[in-house]
């Protein structure tokens, strides 16, 4: 597609995105340069290439933001999350896409009515009642949190790609007969299994990152997740930026990593579940 | 049968949302410190938040924040993706870049402008300060702070939009574009008569978003500020929090999350009374 000719217009076109390009990059070079400094080096200037390369800012932020244990519960999170969603999210987006029940309105409306409800309006008796149950510092309760929270999205947009498939597969497979349970497991699930690998990846990003939630349910120090444990460590513990950029290297690395490798899956995903809603 | 597939999806959303909301819009008529029995009071949460000068400040900045990302963002968004339609060639790599941000922690994304741009000693404004031209760190001004979080928000968000607005719009039919161009329309009348229009709905549900979310800000202002210096950033859902978490009075805490659901509800009414009148027509 052309849309228009002049050559200036290009010339401006690209001066502009590329602007707008190292206005992007430009916080993440910050970060990523200075997570090699030493703290006195970034005091006289953040922007300077490293005097000599820091690498034991890694080491150090690794051990007092205790990763060893933070990653690995922010792993076990974002895992469960996934599981979760992705089994009951899948189930629903089916019945939903195939209207196989009267009252798919309903349940279509109020999903989509919760996606739009405040955190704070279930916040609160959810925490004094965990609190009664015991279920704070649990992270099986904040999975099924997140699971409440994201599952919206992930069935509207699983929905999309059970729309897709030919409703003649599912007859042809009754017809043969199949149970419903069969025509579902062994017929649906493996065709959406792109859709389902989607959700998985972008649900995982969320409770990766999640902030609000986490750090109001989990605050033992062996049960925050990595990015709770991050924010604690630049709030209180040292004021070495150094190794605070390098902790957040350690943390949005994997994250970008897995982001430019499957970019396709991730924009898709998250641009179009907020559209097609 | 196939009713049962909803159940553990549905069961897991009303013991989470559904039930909790109930229990807050109760709430929102009691006092409650968070341990004992709730108190029923009536509307005196809702008069004492009235009467609350922070409350008020807490609205506005919700309304200014509205105003800042209904237009800033949006406008970024819509000129960029405009722009990448025009060049065509690398529109892939800009998108990827732009959307970005979006894939970082909100808590890392605001010590990085926090320590490394915004700090007087360790950032960026400490680096212009020495250099003569001295610029005070935004969030620690009653009259910046909030701003300064906006700043921080946006660019994590434009990106988002951005990606959004291109691929509606190569969603455009061609025969339009190309009989404006036979036409010779400039670039901004392409923009103003052919491809703005085409990409109404797109625009109207991401504006109608926009104001949702923005009454739901919370990462960013609690990360960056708390809210301070002197409640000048407080919104909405920091004031909600605090209230419910540091100062135990949960009552008014959930007085003010219905306030913010009001806000949404409304929004949301607007948005179905609009998409019923394009169907209307």
């Known amino acids: ?277 | 049968m196939h009713r049962l597939y909803l159940i553990p999806t549905l069961l897991i959303n009303v013991a989470i949302i559904f039930i909790p909301a109930a229990l807050t819009i109760a709430l929102a008529f009691c006092r409650w410190d968070g341990m004992g029995i709730p108190v029923f009071v009536g509307l005196a949460n809702f008069r004492q938040l009235l009467a609350d000068r922070v409350f008020w400040m807490a609205l506005g900045n919700n309304v200014i924040w509205t105003a800042i990302f209904l237009t800033v963002p949006i406008a970024m968004g819509l000129l960029a993706a405009t722009m990448m339609l025009v060049a065509r060639r690398g529109s892939a790599f800009f998108q990827v870049i732009y959307f970005l941000p979006m894939v970082i922690a909100t808590a890392i994304t605001a010590r990085v402008w926090q320590g490394m741009i915004y700090s007087p000693l360790t950032g960026i404004a400490g680096l212009i300060t020495r250099a003569g031209f001295p610029v005070p760190n935004p969030l620690t001004q009653t009259s910046t702070a909030l701003y300064g979080i906006a700043v921080v928000d946006l660019w994590h968000w434009w990106g988002f939009l951005c990606v959004i607005f291109f691929a509606a719009l190569r969603q455009v039919p061609q025969e339009q574009i190309e009989a404006a161009r036979i036409e010779g329309a400039s670039f901004w009348q392409m923009l103003r008569y052919v491809l703005l229009p085409g990409i109404r709905p797109t625009i109207t549900l991401m504006m109608i978003m926009t104001i949702i979310w923005s009454f739901l800000v919370f990462d960013f202002v609690y990360i960056l500020t708390q809210g301070g210096p002197a409640f000048s950033s407080e919104v909405l859902s920091t004031l909600a929090y605090r209230s419910a978490f540091y100062d135990l009075a949960v009552g008014k805490a959930a007085a003010v999350a219905v306030v913010i659901s009001l806000f949404g509800l409304a929004t949301t009414a607007v948005y179905i009374r609009l998409q019923a009148k394009e169907f209307d027509q």
């Open chain 1, 1 to 277: 597609m052309r849309l228009i000719e002049s050559r200036t217009t290009f010339v401006l076109t690209y001066t502009a995105l590329a602007i707008l390009l190292l206005i992007t990059l430009f916080p993440i070079a910050l970060l990523v340069l200075n997570s090699l400094k030493p703290a006195t080096q970034i005091v006289q200037s953040p922007l300077a290439w490293p005097e000599v390369y820091r690498w034991d800012n890694f080491v150090r932020a690794w051990n007092d933001a205790r990763f060893g244990t933070t990653m690995l519960n922010s792993a076990m999170l974002a895992a469960l999350t996934i599981v979760l969603v992705c089994s009951t999210g899948s189930l629903t987006a089916y019945v939903l896409a195939r209207r196989k029940i009267k009252s798919w309105k309903i349940v279509t409306f109020y999903l989509l009515a919760t996606t739009t409800a405040p955190i704070q309006l279930f916040l609160f008796p959810l925490y004094f009642g965990f609190a009664k149950l015991g279920l704070i510092n649990n992270v099986f309760a904040v999975s099924l949190i997140y699971t409440a929270i994201y599952s919206p999205f992930a069935v509207m947009l699983l929905r999309t790609y059970f729309l897709a498939v030919p409703k003649e597969l599912e007859e042809a497979a009754l017809i043969d007969g199949a149970t419903h349970w069969q025509v579902f497991s062994k017929v649906m699930l493996p065709i959406v299994s792109p859709g389902i690998l989607t959700v998985a990846l972008i649900i995982g990003l969320y409770s990766w990152n999640e902030f609000l939630i986490a750090t109001t349910f989990l605050q033992r120090t062996d049960r925050l997740t990595a990015v709770v444990s991050f924010f604690l460590l630049s709030g209180q513990y040292t004021s070495d930026w150094g190794e605070i950029m390098a902790a957040a290297l350690i943390i949005v690395l994997p994250v970008i990593v897995l982001f430019i490798a499957l970019q396709r899956r991730f924009i898709e995903g998250m641009a179009g579940g907020s559209v097609k809603g």
